[in-house]
Each structure stands twice: as C-alpha cells, then as structure tokens.
C-alpha cells in the first residue's frame, strides 16, 4: 500500500529536523512541494536545500501550483473551505498519478505539522473521498512558536499561568479570558497595535530561523508598536512575503 508523511521540518533552520524526520526523509520516493509562486520561491529553496542536506538515496520533487486563495472573502470560512477542497482534490491526484502502490510519498510541512497547518486536515479529506487508499504517519518539528522563545531566551508560560494559540483575527475581538500569555499568528495586520496600553510584554520574530532572521522585544509601547510595523512592513517589501508571529504577555504579579 502507499505509504505517505507528513514531515514537521522546522521554522526554518535545516538543523531543526528531528532524527525521526531524517530518518522517514530517507524512505520516501516522491516529495510532494505546492508552489506558492515567484515571491515564495525561498520556500520552495529551503525544503530542497534539505533535502540536498539529508537524503542519500534516489528521489523525485514533484512540484504544484498551489490553488488560489481568495484573501479578501465576505465569508471568511466558506472561502478558506473552498481552497481546502481545491487542495485537497490536488493531493488527490498526486497520489493517485505520483505514488505507485509500494512506494512513499512525504510533504514537507513548515514547522510541526500539528500547529496552525492543514495538512493533516486534507489527508484525512482525501482518504474520506474514498478514491485512493493509503496510509499515513505524521511527523513532529519545530513548531514556530517553539523557535520564537528560544531565540528570544524566554518560556511559552509563566510559572502556573495559562498559554493560549490564536489568530490576528480572533485576538481583534478582545483579550483572552484568564490567560496571561498568547501566542498569535496568522496576522497580518499587527493586531497587538490595539494592545499598548495593557502593560503588556511583546517577543515578535519573523523568517525566524533563516539566515533573514528578525528579533524585536520589550515592554508593549505604542514606540516599539510603531517600530515593529516599520520593520514589518520593509521586510514583506524586500523579500515579497513574510512570515512572524509573536507572543504577548502579561507579567504575572
């Protein structure tokens, strides 16, 4: 039966895999990458310079445009469940046209393919339409958030203290209830603006991991609120895209 993983490669530094992840890179036959276009093309760059890095037997790359993906929709959801659908019926095909019966097959999946990726999601949405059979296993990384507090020399959590994960989006609705630090991603646009009155501590990084590595850190003013977005702003001009997240914090009493 074909065998398919799903590899968590890190944040961006080759020297995030696991030995897991190492060791399933060496099994597999075909690497499956989604194309995101000219302006993401460092993406695409990175996962073969490790594959160039850690694999020692014979393989192919197998290289798709990713579908499009409306990023301005009425309906928010709907339009994220159209492009999981397209996605999902891409993954199809590369399995179906791609992978033999016996051989593997692998995507690399920025980060760790449990945290904020729909990998997962659109594997089981394949294996649910029925059309082609397979068997998976799921690989850990680096998560993002992971790499983010190590770079910055601190803890996701305070002693006792509840951590939550969200989204630009959801954070704009207001503060969490009952937690102290939150971990945001997915925004893209600088939502902890509307946070700098609140006493709050901010650990912000983008491209962490990569050789264009950004750090900035202190307590949350509207000063370094402004510098963030500055910095923010000159890196997606330089390299086309950009890829942060951060954490706010409320020091415990």
Do not use: C
Request: overall charge negative.
């Amino acid at each position: 039966m074909r065998k398919l993983y799903a590899i968590g490669i890190g944040a961006g530094d080759p020297e995030h895999l696991t030995v897991q992840a190492i060791d399933r890179l060496n099994r597999v036959d075909v690497f499956f990458v989604l194309d995101k276009g000219a302006e993401k093309s460092d993406l695409v760059r990175l996962r073969q310079e490790i594959l160039d890095r850690y694999v020692t037997r014979p393989y192919r790359v197998v290289l798709v445009a990713d579908p499009p993906r409306d990023r301005t929709p009425d309906d928010y959801r709907a339009a994220v469940a159209d492009w999981h659908a397209a996605r999902a019926a891409v993954y199809e095909q590369f399995l179906r046209s791609e992978l033999s019966p016996d051989s593997a097959g692998a995507f690399l999946v920025w980060g760790d393919p449990s945290l904020y990726d729909s990998t997962i999601a659109l594997i089981e949405a394949v294996l649910a339409r029925g059309n082609v059979e397979f068997e998976y296993e799921v690989i850990p990384g680096i998560s993002s958030i992971s790499a983010l507090v190590a770079r910055h020399r601190t803890t996701m959590n305070q002693i006792g203290r509840a951590v939550q994960l969200t989204t630009g989006r959801r954070l704009a609705a207001g503060w969490p209830s009952d937690v102290d630090d939150v971990f945001v991603l997915l925004d893209a646009h600088t939502t902890f603006d509307r946070f700098t009155a609140e006493g709050l501590h901010i650990y912000w990084g983008a491209y962490v991991g990569t050789p264009d590595e950004i750090l900035l850190s202190g307590p949350l003013t509207p000063a370094l609120a402004a510098q963030i977005r500055t910095v923010r702003a000159e890196a997606r001009e330089r390299h086309g895209w950009i890829m942060d997240t951060y954490l706010l914090r409320r020091p415990a009493a």
